[in-house]
C-alpha cells in the first residue's frame, strides 16, 4: 500500500515536471559541451603551467560560464512544481469540450 502510494505522488511529481527536466538537460549538456570545448580552446592557446597558474594562483574561474547553473535549474524545477499546478492545470478544467 505504501509502496504504491509513494509511486502514485513520484508519478504526479514527474508529470509536473518531466518538460522542464528534458529542457534543463539539454541546456545543462550544451553548457558541458561548451565548456569542454573553452578548456580545450584554452590548453590549445596556452601552456598548461600557464592554466595552472591562472587557477590556483590568480583563482581565476575556468567554470565560470555555468557558476549559476544550477541556482537557475533549481528555480526553473520549483516553479515548474509550484505553477503547473496553479495556472496550467486550471485552464484544462475549463476548456470547453465539444
Keep these: ?13 514527474w508529470l509536473k515536471v ?5 529542457g534543463l538537460l539539454v541546456l545543462h549538456l550544451g ?4 565548456l569542454l570545448l573553452a578548456i580545450r580552446h584554452q590548453f590549445r592557446v596556452e601552456h598548461s603551467e ?3 597558474y ?3 594562483e590568480l583563482r581565476r574561474l ?8 544550477s541556482l537557475f535549474t533549481g528555480v526553473l524545477i520549483a516553479l515548474a512544481l509550484l505553477l503547473v499546478p496553479a495556472v496550467i492545470l486550471p485552464a484544462h478544467r475549463y476548456r470547453h469540450q465539444s
Design 1 to 13: 500500500m505504501r509502496a504504491t502510494m509513494l509511486s502514485a505522488i513520484f508519478l504526479k511529481e
Design 18 to 22: 518531466r518538460w522542464v527536466w528534458l
Design 31 to 34: 553548457m558541458l559541451l561548451y
Design 50 to 52: 600557464m592554466i595552472w
Design 54 to 56: 591562472w587557477a590556483f
Design 62 to 69: 575556468l567554470y565560470e560560464p555555468i557558476q549559476y547553473l
